[in-house]
């Protein structure tokens, strides 16, 4: 089985402010990443995903995230956040697109 | 895009009632899943359906019971509700072959 650890469940930053969020995980077979995102009063959708190839993967509002195998890891990251990003982050595992087991999330609120 | 809808929203009931959750979706993915979110806890997985007449318990232990009788429904059901139930119910689909989950906005349930 798989598991996600996402140990900051609160982040506060100023707006245009840098942003990374933390994502560990620990499973014994090679998986998949991902990270979703929820804005109030909406279902998670999905923001990024790690399946293969290049280590860092973007999404189109900015956010990034890396693969890192040897530190069990795919932290979200972000240059300058926005006062749209306020919302919960989610990371996901998956070995085979059957399951997925995700984090308890992180609450990303930008202040201005 | 994928539509998931659930229904209601809040609900707020006293011991022992029985209650059910309804999921429904539009773009026919076999794939359904119920989850349970609790505050600052992982998101569980408590049962999925990977078609008509398939259900399946997930990894955490629930006492609820679904039904997949179409493609499109997938209710939740408990037959006498308790206060340990009270917790946030999120429903998702997944097309075969495809990585990403689509999810409903759920539903916030309070047993008194």
């Known amino acids: 089985a798989q598991s996600v650890t996402q140990l900051d469940s609160q982040v506060p930053v100023f707006e245009e402010a840098p942003v990374e969020l933390r994502c560990n995980y620990s499973?014994?077979?090679?998986?998949?990443l991902f990270w979703y995102v929820q804005y109030p009063n909406q279902g998670l959708q999905l923001l990024l995903k790690y399946l293969s190839g290049s280590t860092l993967v973007e999404s189109i509002n900015g956010f990034e995230a890396e693969f890192n195998k040897s530190q069990t890891s795919f932290h979200l990251r972000k240059p300058s956040v926005h006062i749209s990003d306020t919302a919960e982050y989610f990371c996901?595992?998956?070995?085979?697109?059957?399951?997925?087991?995700f984090g308890s999330g992180t609450k990303l609120n930008v202040k201005p | 895009e994928a539509d998931i809808y659930q229904t209601p929203r809040y609900l707020v009931i006293g011991t022992g009632k029985k209650i059910t959750l309804e999921c429904s979706q539009t773009?026919?993915?076999?794939?359904m899943y119920w989850y349970q979110q609790d505050p600052g806890m992982e998101l569980h997985l408590i049962h999925y359906s990977y078609g008509v007449n398939s259900t399946e318990k997930g990894d955490l232990s629930s006492e609820s019971t679904v039904s997949r009788i179409r493609t499109e429904h997938f209710p939740l059901t408990l037959e006498s509700a308790r206060p340990s139930h009270t917790s946030q119910y999120l429903c998702a689909n997944q097309a075969w072959g495809r990585d990403e989950q689509y999810f409903g906005p759920g539903t916030r349930l309070t047993v008194t």
């Open positions: 996901a595992v998956s070995a085979n697109f059957n399951k997925f087991y």
């Open positions: 499973s014994s077979v090679s998986v998949y």
């Open positions: 773009m026919g993915h076999d794939k």
